[in-house]
Structures are given as C-alpha cells and as structure tokens.
C-alpha cells in the first residue's frame, strides 16, 4: 500500500523510538518521560514546530494502535484534499501521508480515503462528513477547510457554528477530528476575511481540544525563508506536488507528536 513519494521522505531511524513508545502500555511511556518522535521533515519542507500544531490527543487512533487494529482515516474538504494541481492522485496530500504513516508506523495498515471536492464550503463539506462516516466507519476525520470559505465571503460566525457542531457530532461518535487550515498565498495574506476564518479555525481548534495543523503558516515560513521554492502550481493558488509533500508531512509531524499527548483512553463500542 505504501507510496513511493518523490524526492524521498528521510531517513526513518528515528520513528524506532515512536514505534516502540506506541506499542508499550500508556502509563510506561509517561513514567519513562518519553519525548514526542515525529518523522523527520524533508530539508525543502522543514520547519518550526511550532509553525505546525500544538499536540492534542487523537484518543481513537491511539486506542486503534495498541489495539493493533487497522487506522481509518476520512480525509475531506475542497481541492487541496482532492490533489488539484498535483502530476496524479498518488501525489495528493492523503496519499503521500497515508505512505508517510505506514512508514512512521511499522507494521500498521493505515488507510485514508480522499473524499475531496473542489470549491466546495464547509457547510457542503459538514453534509457529506455525516453521510461518509456513516458509510466508512473511520477512525479520524481530517478536515481540510476555510480557503473557499473566505473567498466565498461566509461570514465567521456562520462558519465557526457549522465547523463546531460538526466536531461535537463527531466527538459524540467516537470519531477524532484534526482540522487543517486554509493555505498561504501573498495575494490573500492582508484580506481581512482570510484572517478572521483562519482565527476562527484557530480559536474553534483551542476550544474543542483538537489537533490544528497550521498550515498558512507553515506555508509562510517556507516562502520567507526560502525563495526559491514553490509551492504552487501555475495558477498561483492551487498546490504543486511539492506543496502536496509539505503538506502530508506536516500533518503525519503533528499527528505522530500528538499522539504522544497524555491521554485517558476511551473505550470504543
């Protein structure tokens, strides 16, 4: 099932220790004062941790893994999910994760279903995440979300209260949720719409406890620091496959640090 992602993910030596972190009873790796190991980042998508995500706990996955069980992961939102822009499907941001993950995690059979459709609001996107839950059973919903949002001029609030209730719904079904933010591009960087969803992301994100992959800045650091790479594809908006590793290995960073989170571990039915 794993991919092979151009230009290559690292050296993977490091994951041993978060393997072996995993696999052993929760309290003996909080006893032991493990640190959190996430795959190392490729030099071109390097950067700040802090610039990614703050940990939060992904209970269900964590439970899936000591468990032994198979992670099912329901990737949704608009073109990003969907890999407009990229060479192919194999090098949309759920696919190269999905390799990134497999790798990260040796021995467990990952599986994310892109479920992305361009141009499409979040409002649309919370209606298909009840119907695709309902058919997929998942484990993790990874919702990408806001860019469309913004440009569409939805007002915050509207947006807050349909990315909220979404979460709560999936909550209430045993389902983790990681949001992962709208994108950076210089031309959206001072709109202020832009900025109130990306704080309203941010502030839902803190509120219900969540993992929020901070992906506009992320994608900022990179253009600051180093010019000469691009992200985008020829339309100055959409990814390019590049754009999509860096992508996939932000979130495999933030979702392999949280996991690592102190947790109480539900009981799934």
Known sequence: MARKIAGGFGKQAALALALACLLMPASRAEDLGAPPVAPPMSPPCDVPAADIAAPATLPIVTQALQNGEKVRILAIGSSSTLGYGASSKDMSYPAQLETILEHALKGVDVVILNRGVSGEV???TAERIRSEVALRNPDLVLW????????????PQEFEDTVRSTIRWLKENRIDVVLVGVQ??????????????RDS?????????ILYVRRYDAM??????????????????????????????HVAHAMIVSLFVKRVRPARN
Do not use: S, W
């Open 184 to 197: 950076y591009t210089v031309r959206l960087a001072r709109d202020a719409n832009y900025a109130a969803i």
């Open 122 to 124: 979040a409002e649309d």
């Open 144 to 155: 990408q979300l806001g860019t469309n949002d913004a440009l569409a001029r939805v007002p």
């Open 220 to 249: 900022r650091f990179i253009a600051q620091t180093r010019a000469n790479l691009q992200l985008m594809a020829g339309d100055n908006f959409h990814l390019n496959d590049l754009g999509y590793q860096c992508m996939a290995e």
């Open 201 to 209: 992301l941010q502030k839902i994100a803190a509120e219900e406890n």
